[in-house]
């Protein structure tokens, strides 16, 4: 009789056990580290997390509610934020839809599922679509005769923003037929507050051939497109987010090249080379090495690494089939073999296997790296919840066919005409036009009517009118500001076809630098800080002085890097070349550099911080008058 009644309150506690709502799952921390990334393994379905020592944690990847799996033509792809915390995911769902969701890592939850209208595709993005601080992510539709592309909310999954084949700001003939958006990559503005979104319209299907590709430039703030700077030819590219810096491999039928090119900005060439076939850039290291894949003849396609500014590449083995650079070196995936390796260093034999140390590897070799830190970001995962199946079900809406875009406080101006990299003129409207030190700023000057003007950014949307920093000529000086483009139906600047500009009295003399004209600002506070006392790496002897004048003198390209702190891993600001600097401060010797504060204009505002005079015999500042 005692035994069956243990035996019955066993079966009791058993059978509560059997329907407990959930199961309980402690949560992995995560350590804090420098990078983290992350493996897809697709034969087991698993997410890893790793680091460059070792994998921490691992999970089954959540699945969106009604996935079908990889359907023909429909990609199950996934991408996750900067910061590491959140993923977006597209997949086909049973009713023959694409589903988009939202998911958060740390509290394991679906946050929101979309899905597409009937017959429309997510294109697949070439880069990481996320916006460095981890904001905003914008993802390219199509289907039917149309297209669009979105801006969602990371941490909702909200829509914020949409543009479409309709826009009225695509330039006329501008896009072949038959072509598809494709998310290349954000571009924060942090002086203007100005998302930019570069679209590049892939041909779908595939092609061997460089085709063009255009791309446009979508600024959010404003709802304007214009056309973007990516090389329509280009057939790779890689993204430096703290400088804007774009990476990209350019094949023709005499040679192919690898070039950087700071957006806005001249481009450079980093390798070249006739009868081969460059492919596939990546920064390495914060910038500081290049890395591309190279084909020559029959030989068997191999990585090759070098630093930035010298001719020299060591190449890999044949066995790596990709390679990644994080904040601190770089990682090498070898599919055929399951592993992923991890390196930090130029030092190593040309052609062998033996490089890095493993970091991840399987006996099934379907993986797929599909997170790295993003130079420039910080890891912000703090755990990652290890629940197999999220808590609550995502709240699932159909994406709208039309979205009306934030028009803010411009909906009463006219439509942006004019984009940045063009010229434009001044309206003979009767009266001069204002030009300001910021969008809705300062008055500073006048521009007469029918003067023909560089516009060099744009447009801000401030104070019920459209902005356009211009440049233009005053007095043997190139001087520039902030111009409004018009207000209801009126425009007070047009813009110039090419076959009207005289572009020899636009260009600036090395006689007359760029100056943005503003009124006398006030000295700012000066910031004291001892730092750490090691100017190893810096150019011998001090050549500023307080209170003094310093110009960047920056390699093309280049820009230089402006910390608030001393200590700062990431830069607030980057300074463009042949920029003047006031000297508040310094210097403070620091992590080998020596730092000076510094006060400049950027954008039409006043900012300071703490910048280095140069390394090794590389001077980046010169002292000015």
Known sequence: MQKQLILTIIAFFLLLAGHSAHPVHADTPLPETDWYAVIWNRDTDTL????NATELASIPRPNLPGEVGDV????LRLHISPDGRYMIQYAPLENERQGIGFYDFQSGQWMQTHETQ????????????FSLNSELVALGLAGGDGWRVIAFET?????VAQFDNNHPNIPADYLPANRAPSVAFFQLDEGLAQSRV????????????PTPQPALVWTLEANSVAASELHPLLWDFDVLPTQGRVLYSLADNAQTSVNALMTGQAGEVVYQQAGGFANQPRWVANGQFVAFRLTQGAQVPMWYLGAVGLDDFTPFAPDYDELLGTVDGFVLVDYNAGEVKFANTLAFEAFTPTVGNVIYTTDTPAIEVVYITPMGAQFMLASLATSPEPPDAPVVVDIPENITPPQGNCSDAPLPRLTAGSAARVTPIGSPLNVRTAPAGDYIMEIAEGTVVNVIDGPVCADGYYWWNLQFQSENATVGGWSAEGTGGDYWLEP?????VDFDA???TPASPVVQVQPTATNPPRATSPGDGDCSNAPFGAELTVDG?????????STLAMRTNLDDTIPTHQIPNGHMLRVVTGPACNGGFRMWYVSTTLNGAEVTGWVADGLGNNRYLQPAS
């Open 72 to 75: 023909p033509g429909l990609d």
């Open 118 to 129: 009937p017959g429309e595709f997510v294109v697949r993005a070439a880069r990481n679509p």
């Open 549 to 557: 004048f310093a110009t960047t003198t920056l390699d093309a390209g």
């Open 506 to 508: 636009l260009r600036p």
């Open 198 to 209: 570069h679209v590049r319209f892939i041909q779908l299907g595939g092609n061997p051939e």
């Open 48 to 51: 890893h997390w790793v680091n």
């Open 496 to 500: 110039l076809t090419q076959a009207e």
């Open 155 to 159: 941490a909702t999954g909200n829509v």
